[in-house]
């Protein structure tokens, strides 16, 4: 039996990079992204029904935007300890920023792009140093922020 093709179907996109901009804070190119959603917190409400049988419905609760975690190799450039100072002298409002993130293939033509609102760096990380180690050094930048979407490309 010859097997057929579905000429329709679409690859999932391969993430090579991601390339991050926050206006007037930081660009720049990361290997390791996550946190790229939101989710609803569920409200459980038991309720009985017309048979007597106890039913858990379940409700949308709150609106919750996870974390965004960027994870990059560590160079000299300053930008996200900068913009992490503003938060730890308490210039939240002066920090906040609107931002993307673009995912891009392996020929670097970019596939996906999530545009998020009001982040924050919440926390900044370097690497894990050990003087025995052949690993490249690797910082993380973790955002808070108010609101993300997928937008088309």
Known sequence: MAATVDIQREDPLVGFHFAVEVQGQVTGYFTEVSGLGSEHETIEH???????IEVIMKI???LKWENIVLK?????DMQIWEWRK??????VLGARSDGSVTMFNQ?????????FKRAWPVKVTGPSV?????????EELTLAHEYIER???
């Open 107 to 115: 020929s670097l033509d970019p596939v996906a792009r999530w545009e």
């Open 130 to 138: 050990k003087s025995d180690s052949n690993e490249i050094g690797v």
């Open 72 to 76: 990059r190799g560590i160079t000299s």
């Open 60 to 62: 949308p609760g709150r």
């Open 46 to 52: 038991k309720v009985i029904n017309e048979t007597g």
């Open 86 to 91: 503003k938060v730890e002298d308490g210039d």
């Open 151 to 153: 937008v088309a490309i």
